[in-house]
C-alpha cells in the first residue's frame, strides 16, 4: 500500500519570502515522486518529480523540491513566493513497480502582497 | 507534454440521467486513467483505461456505474450513469508518458454538478 500525507490544510506566507509545503510519504518499494499544482476552476498542472538522482529536484516556476529517504520527505520549496503562486499543492507518488498514483489531500497556499 | 482536451468543461444534470465525459490526447498514449475529485478533496483513482482490454476498475467503483470506452491510443470515455448528488464532482482524464519520464499530465476536467 502508498499513502501520502500533507500535514498542513492551509499555508500563508506574505510576497517574497519563502514558501515550504510538506509532504511525507509511504510505499513498500522505491518511490517515485511528484508535485502538481491546481489554478481555480482549472486541471492540475506538472511542477516536478523525482525519479532517482540528486535528492533536490528543479521544477517549473521557480519551485524546487528535496527527497529525503530517512525522513520519508518530499517537500516543496519557492526561495521567494509571488502572488501568482497561490493555488491548492498536491504531492502524489507511486511505487516504481506500479503505475497507480496516489495523492495527498492538498494544501492551499495563498501569498499575500 | 502531451496535449489533454476533455469536453464537455462543465455540466448540469438531473438525477437518474448519464453524462459521458470524452477525453482526447494529441499523441499515442498506452495508459490513460480516470479520476474524481469531489468537492474539497484530493483526487481518487476511478479506473485505469488500456486501448484493447477491458478497463480496470479501482476499490468502489464498478462498470456499471462508470462504464468506459477506449477504442484506440488517443481517445477515452467515461459515463457516469444514473445519477444522484452525490456524483457531483470533477472528473479528470490522465495520461502518462513513458519517455517523458513516466509522469502523468491531466486534462483540464469536467465539472459536473447534479440536481
Known amino acids: 500500500a502508498q499513502s501520502v500525507a500533507q500535514p498542513e490544510d492551509q499555508v500563508n506566507v506574505a510576497e517574497g519570502n519563502p514558501l515550504t509545503v510538506k509532504c511525507t510519504y509511504s510505499v513498500s518499494g522505491n518511490p517515485y515522486l511528484f508535485w502538481y499544482v491546481q489554478y481555480p476552476n482549472r486541471g492540475l498542472q506538472f511542477l516536478l518529480k523525482?525519479?532517482?538522482?540528486?535528492?533536490l529536484v528543479k521544477g517549473s516556476y521557480g519551485f524546487e523540491a528535496e527527497f529525503n529517504k530517512s525522513q520519508t520527505s518530499f517537500h516543496l520549496k519557492k526561495p521567494s513566493a509571488l502572488v501568482s503562486d497561490s493555488a491548492l499543492y498536491f504531492c502524489?507518488?507511486?511505487?516504481?513497480?506500479?503505475?497507480?498514483?496516489?495523492f495527498g489531500a492538498g494544501t492551499t497556499v495563498t501569498v499575500r502582497a | 507534454s502531451a496535449v489533454i482536451s476533455q469536453k464537455p468543461s462543465r455540466d448540469i444534470c438531473q438525477r437518474g440521467t448519464s453524462l459521458t465525459i470524452q477525453c482526447q490526447v494529441d499523441?499515442?498514449?498506452?495508459?490513460m486513467f480516470w479520476y474524481r475529485q469531489q468537492p474539497g478533496q484530493s483526487l481518487t483513482l476511478i479506473a485505469t483505461?488500456?486501448?484493447?482490454?477491458?478497463?480496470?476498475?479501482e476499490s468502489g467503483f464498478v462498470i456499471d456505474k462508470f462504464p468506459i470506452s477506449r477504442p484506440n491510443l488517443t481517445f477515452s470515455t467515461l459515463t457516469v450513469s444514473n445519477m444522484s448528488p452525490e456524483d457531483s464532482s470533477i472528473y479528470l482524464c490522465s495520461v502518462e508518458e513513458e519517455e517523458r519520464g513516466n509522469i502523468q499530465y491531466f486534462g483540464a476536467g469536467t465539472r459536473l454538478s447534479v440536481l
Open positions: 499523441s499515442q498514449v498506452t495508459m
Open positions: 483505461a488500456n486501448q484493447g482490454s477491458e478497463a480496470t476498475y
Open positions: 502524489a507518488v507511486r511505487d516504481v513497480n506500479d503505475y497507480k498514483l496516489s
Open positions: 523525482y525519479i532517482t538522482g540528486d535528492n
